[in-house]
Nanobody
Framework: QVQLVESGGGLVQPGGSLRLSCAASRSIFGIYSMGWYRQAPGKQRELVAQIRINDIPNYADSVKGRFTISGDNAKNTMYLQMNSLKPEDTAVYYC????????WGQGTQVTVSS
């Protein structure tokens, strides 16, 4: 059973940056396609960034050009660098496989507000 632990969220002003981390309990990056999801209050969870097994990233239109997904197989950790943050990026962010195949972690809250 793989455990995923997200961290790095916080309160940031519009235009600011955050880097999220996703630590896995065993080696999965490079084996499975992985992604970052987010869920805003009252909305469904959505996939915002995906990194495929052959390392080609893919992004939702809403974050393209602002977010960058990456992984460190040696550390069993995946990252999401978020720049030029907007209030509409406010959500709880989760990592999981694409499609989701692991138990969901607790997520990390990102709040973009002045």
């Amino acid at each position: 059973q793989v455990q995923l632990v997200e961290s790095g969220g916080g309160l940031v002003q519009p235009g600011g940056s955050l880097r999220l981390s996703c630590a896995a309990s065993r080696s999965i990056f490079g084996i499975y396609s992985m992604g970052w999801y987010r869920q805003a209050p009252g909305k469904q969870r959505e996939l915002v960034a995906q990194i495929r097994i052959n390392d080609i990233p893919n992004y939702a239109d809403s974050v393209k050009g602002r977010f960058t997904i990456s992984g460190d197989n040696a550390k069993n950790t995946m990252y999401l660098q978020m720049n030029s943050l907007k209030p509409e990026d406010t959500a709880v962010y989760y990592c999981n496989g694409v499609p989701s195949r692991f138990s969901w972690g607790q997520g990390t809250q990102v709040t973009v507000s002045s």
